[in-house]
């Protein structure tokens, strides 16, 4: 890849910060802009990574920027992606990807008809033993999946004074917990075993009707620092937590929870896949550590080295045995991907697409209705 390609980070805060660190990493990206809803913010994470901040209608406005990362607050994804598209630049978006299914549609209608570049940032598919755990499946060492069961489990929002732009259903959308997180686990639950969910039945929960808002913004994961007074109590639309029991192909059957509010749990997605030959189980909290189960023989654990892992499976690892690869090395393996895309029309779009985090957006709103309800709710096969 010998072409340079010039992006723009939009969003200033947790995610717009780990985006520019990764995007140092690509070697033939040149970020090229910054802008935020702040500018003295822009200004001052620009600063640090010497880049230049600018405004969003500026960035859009630029020739000589090819792409751009959205990395604001959840309701805005749809219009600045749609204005990005509609400026002629390719789209790596974080998830959600919209906060209905009808703006989803409307992006990933766009992308395809604009026949430009389009990422939803599934990144967590792209720890090395997330993807062993695939190519095994494709292999068939697991034989017919049965059961699909797991996690995704964090303790940042389980005070009622932690606080958070994403409570809030203006800025983050109608559902926080699952759309945050869930989203991460279904895309995952689906990417590694080739099915889909057919219908599913949730029940979501509001652990604090009201939380304590400061006054003044705060940063993710920054509010376990807070000790301010200074507070509104804010009543609280959005769900801590969330449990669904699931229905996958013809015989594989699921169930999962996710929650904001689990002491002691940091990030913790874990997933356990089993089939009629053997199972898999692998946990984001331990990620370079893979479980594999069998019925008739030793169960085990393999250590992350790619010399030891599938071919397939071993192009998402760049460090030698005994050398962690985390979370950050995802968005690497992510970003590599969409830009070698932008350079080579040839090159295979092996990352996660508009119609990827379409797929997220359909599966929430069933589990929306679904709670609602208090029934179970088909899918639709998007």
């Excluded at 702040?38 to 901040?53: I, Q, Y």
């Excluded at 400061?214 to 920054?222: D, L």
């Excluded at 690497?332 to 379409?358: C, M, N, T, W």
Aim: net charge negative; with cysteine.
């Amino acid at each position: 890849m010998t072409k340079r390609i010039r992006t723009a980070v939009l969003g200033t805060g947790f995610m717009g910060r780990v985006h520019l660190e990764a995007l140092r990493r690509v070697e033939n990206v040149d970020v090229a802009a910054i802008a935020g809803r702040n500018a003295a913010a822009a200004e001052k994470l620009g600063s640090a990574f010497a880049v230049p901040h600018a405004s969003p209608d500026a960035i859009l406005r630029d020739p000589t920027i090819d792409a751009v990362h959205i990395c604001t607050p959840n309701a805005q994804h749809f219009p600045m992606a749609k204005e990005a598209l509609l400026a002629g630049k390719h789209v790596l978006c974080e998830k959600p990807l919209a906060v209905s299914v009808a703006e989803a549609q409307e992006l990933a209608a766009l992308a395809a008809q604009r026949e430009l570049r389009n990422c939803v940032c599934h990144n967590l598919r792209y720890y090395p033993m997330v993807q062993q755990m695939r190519q095994m499946r494709i292999d068939g060492d697991l034989g017919e999946i049965l059961v699909v069961q797991g996690t995704y489990s964090q303790d940042w929002l389980l005070y009622a004074t932690d606080w958070n732009w994403r409570v809030d259903s203006k800025a983050g959308g109608p559902s926080r917990c699952m759309a945050d997180i869930g989203s991460h686990w279904f895309d995952m639950a689906e990417h590694l075993t080739g099915l889909r969910v057919t219908s599913l039945c949730a029940d979501l929960n509001t652990v604090h009707k009201t939380r304590q808002q400061p006054k003044g913004s705060v940063e993710t994961f920054a509010n376990k620092m807070l000790s301010t007074a200074d507070v509104i109590e804010t009543p609280i639309d959005t769900e801590d937590f969330g449990a669904v029991v699931f229905r996958m192909g013809e015989r594989a059957r699921g169930a999962m929870t996710a929650s904001q509010v689990s002491a002691g749990r940091k990030n913790r997605l874990s997933i356990e896949i089993y089939g009629t030959q053997s199972g898999v189980a692998w946990d984001q909290e331990r990620p370079d550590e893979l479980w594999i189960g069998h019925r008739n023989s030793a169960n085990c654990i393999i250590i992350k080295d790619p010399a030891l892992l599938k071919p397939a499976a071993r192009t998402f690892a760049d460090l030698p045995g005994g050398h962690s690869e985390g979370y950050d090395d995802t968005f690497k393996q992510v970003f590599r991907r969409f830009y070698a895309s932008i350079a080579d029309a040839e090159a295979p779009q092996d990352y996660p697409h508009f119609a990827d985090g379409l797929r997220q957006m359909v599966i929430l709103g069933a589990e929306l209705e679904s709670s609602h309800k208090r029934s179970w709710t088909d899918v639709p096969a998007v």
